[in-house]
């Protein structure tokens, strides 16, 4: 008889698994060099891993030619980024975006029978700090790479049976899911913030004394070198209303959490991917009403905002200048921007982002006396604190997740499988 069929328990670790390879549970394939791709967006999208992580862009190229399925890829596809910053690069990716063709340097996997595809991609998920130690041992002008000899090495333990598969993949897809939910969530709210901030700030339609859009209720309107903006409105770049304060990376970083640690705030972190902690010592701090730019890697001008902790070295805190600006503004204008900071990067290898393009900007600010920057905060901010919340949800749903993961991968926790005829 069995007393609870919902519960889980731990029988003997490995108790009917099998040993594998990792190479032999999936085919690997590798993506293409390509030659003749342009910019003009006809035919198909070349996935490199930058439009894994940053989806298609104008700096994505394309092609027309035509090419074995093998390489074509499609919604639901799972790929492995297997070169690049160890860090930031090497990774695990469903495919979300739209059809295009496979790239050098990513696998697309093929899990294969008796093999479940989600529970293959939590294992290589599960994997990923053993990938990330393989390309870092093969690093080389701060990039690295697993090779198909690597995977071929490693041996990996898993049910015998696909159902028991399913129902570990069930377990931590049900967190996944809620995290994809949050972050749509937050999508949409973003999509709104930045059409507010669009409305108001660019086709100057905020709410004047009487509640009504300024510019189309004939608000006065003057002439300037960005076109016609409002009376008593001026244009100022960037350079002399913010500054960049370059992270640093601690001497020592811990995986565990204590009261003298502070969160070390890397792409990862922010991300909910990873967890790493320093002492606050010789570091810059960042408080939650400060904005973050990453300056370093494929996401490089990408804006964070509503995080507390240590600023990794790779990021930079932007600090305002100006009494009269409010953090939303700037955090908005900076976020109507990311595009263009992302598609002028500088670097080869490893990309950067432009600092005096950044500063370069021009914004338009109201006179000096002028309460818009206040009706905008009252406006946005309990959206933009909703944002916060789902992020930090989705941090503590991610903790709970990778807490499991490894038991559950491992055999060490076992989640029972109904059969008929239990009670």
């Known amino acids: 008889m069995n007393s609870n069929n919902t519960s889980l328990y731990k029988p003997l670790f490995y108790q009917n698994w099998r040993s594998e390879t990792l190479y032999s549970l999936a085919i690997w394939k590798n993506g293409l060099a390509f030659k003749r791709i342009n910019f003009n967006k006809k035919g198909r999208p070349v996935i490199k891993i930058a439009e894994l992580k940053n989806g298609i862009t104008s700096q994505t190229k394309f092609t027309n030619q035509i090419f074995d399925d093998g390489y074509f890829l499609k919604k ?13 690069s090497i990774d695990v990716f469903w495919y979300r975006l739209q059809d295009g063709w496979l790239n050098q340097h990513i696998f697309k996997i093929k899990e294969k029978n008796g093999v479940n595809r989600t529970y293959f991609y939590f294992l290589l998920k599960y994997l990923n700090p053993n990938f990330v130690e393989i390309a870092k041992n093969k690093q080389t002008t701060g990039l690295g790479h697993v090779t198909l000899k690597d995977i071929k090495k490693i041996i990996v333990k898993i049910p015998n049976t696909i159902e028991e598969q399913k129902l570990i993949a069930s377990v931590l897809s049900s967190l996944d899911d809620k995290i994809e939910l949050n972050n749509q969530i937050n999508k949409n709210l973003e999509e709104i913030t930045q059409a507010i901030f669009k409305h108001w ?9 009487n509640g009504e859009p300024y510019k189309f209720s004939s ?4 002439d300037s070198e960005l076109g016609a903006i409002p009376k008593g409105w001026k244009i100022v770049k960037l350079k ?15 995986k565990g959490k204590s009261d003298e640690l502070l969160k070390y705030l890397t792409i990862n972190v922010l991300s909910g991917k990873d967890y790493l902690y320093a002492q606050p010592k010789s570091v810059i701090l960042a408080e939650k009403d400060n904005i973050l730019m990453v300056m370093d890697g494929a996401s490089s001008g990408k804006i964070y905002f509503g995080a507390n902790g240590i600023v990794a070295s790779t990021l930079a805190k932007v600090e305002i200048l100006n009494n009269n600006l409010s953090t939303e503004y700037v955090y908005h204008f900076l976020k109507y921007n990311e595009n263009e900071i992302n598609n002028h990067t500088t670097g080869s290898a490893i990309p950067h982002t432009d600092k005096n393009f950044v500063l370069s900007l021009k914004i338009v600010l109201p006179d000096a006396n002028n309460i818009m920057f206040r009706k905008f905060t ?10 916060i919340q789902n992020n930090d949800e989705n941090k503590r749903l991610a903790k709970i997740r990778d807490t499991l993961l ?12 109904n059969k008929e005829g239990d009670e």
């Open 219 to 222: 608000g006065e309107m003057v």
């Open 240 to 254: 002399r209303n913010i500054k960049f304060v370059k992270g640093k990376k601690p001497k020592i970083i811990f």
């Open 76 to 88: 639901g596809d799972m790929v492995f980024s297997w070169s690049g910053n160890p860090e930031t």
């Open 201 to 209: 700030f660019v086709d100057f339609e905020f709410p004047n004394e």
């Open 378 to 387: 009252q406006t946005i901010g309990s959206i933009d604190n909703k944002i």
């Open 406 to 417: 490894p038991k559950l991968m491992s055999g060490e926790i076992r989640v029972p499988i």
